[in-house]
């Protein structure tokens, strides 16, 4: 079946320190991958998101890379500040119908 | 500015009450969702709907009602037959496609009293 594995946390970092969430999937078919990221309190925004192989999608200096070939699509900061605590959504999208299939979610603490 | 918007942000239900959330898009979104999560949990699909007047349950239906009579509007009822209701709903529309993603509504939070 369709599924998305995240890497438990919670993880916690100091400032500065370089961040990475690993994300994998298992999908039929030629599924788009997203990072959604979650302030307390609030909904889901949309960090960034690859619609095929080898793209690289990047925002507000979170980059992840869609890697066919290990099934992952990691999120990597080179920097993280306080600001960035919350908790990270790994997604994918299934092809024939636009519907999104969640990771758990992992929550980023982020200390001054 | 195009959104979606959840209303009410926090909710108080009695035992044994049926409740209504509101979730209202203005992005021409053709689907619609509603998901609950649970303190340190992750989502939970409980229903959605690709079309309107069409809808269909996701992994935790029952306890849950829905209407989708205008393209704009997904209401969810929480129905006294929810044994657990107290939880953070979240609403997302999205358009037809898989390359687009969800955009979220900021949420509702439910508590029983």
């Known amino acids: 079946g369709n599924s998305v594995t995240q890497m438990e946390g919670p993880v916690t970092l100091s400032e500065e320190a370089f961040l990475t969430i690993n994300c994998t999937y298992t999908?039929?078919?030629?599924?788009?991958l997203f990072w959604y990221v979650q302030y307390p309190g609030e909904g889901l925004q949309l960090l960034l998101k690859a619609t095929k192989a080898d793209d690289k999608g990047s925002n507000k200096g979170f980059e992840a890379t869609y890697r066919k070939e290990t099934t992952s699509f990691h999120l990597e900061k080179g920097s993280v500040q306080v600001s960035d605590s919350a908790v990270y959504f790994c997604a994918l999208s299934l092809a024939n119908t636009g519907k999104l299939i969640f990771g758990q979610g992992t929550t980023l603490q982020v200390k001054p | 500015d195009g959104g979606i918007t959840q209303s009410p942000k926090y909710l108080f239900r009695k035992e044994g009450q049926n409740v209504t959330l509101s979730c209202e898009q203005n992005l021409n979104h053709d689907a619609m969702y509603w998901y609950r999560q649970d303190p340190g949990q992750g989502l939970r699909l409980i229903y959605y709907s690709q079309i309107v007047n069409d809808f269909q349950k996701g992994d935790i239906a029952e306890g849950y009602s829905v209407s989708r009579e205008k393209k704009e509007s997904f209401p969810l009822t929480v129905t006294s037959a929810q044994k657990n209701p107290t939880a953070f709903y979240l609403c997302?529309?999205?358009?037809?496609?898989?390359?687009?993603?969800?955009?979220f509504g900021s949420g509702t939070r439910l508590t029983v009293v």
């Open positions: 999908a039929t078919g030629y599924p788009s």
């Open positions: 997302a529309s999205s358009e037809q496609g898989n390359n687009y993603g969800y955009t």
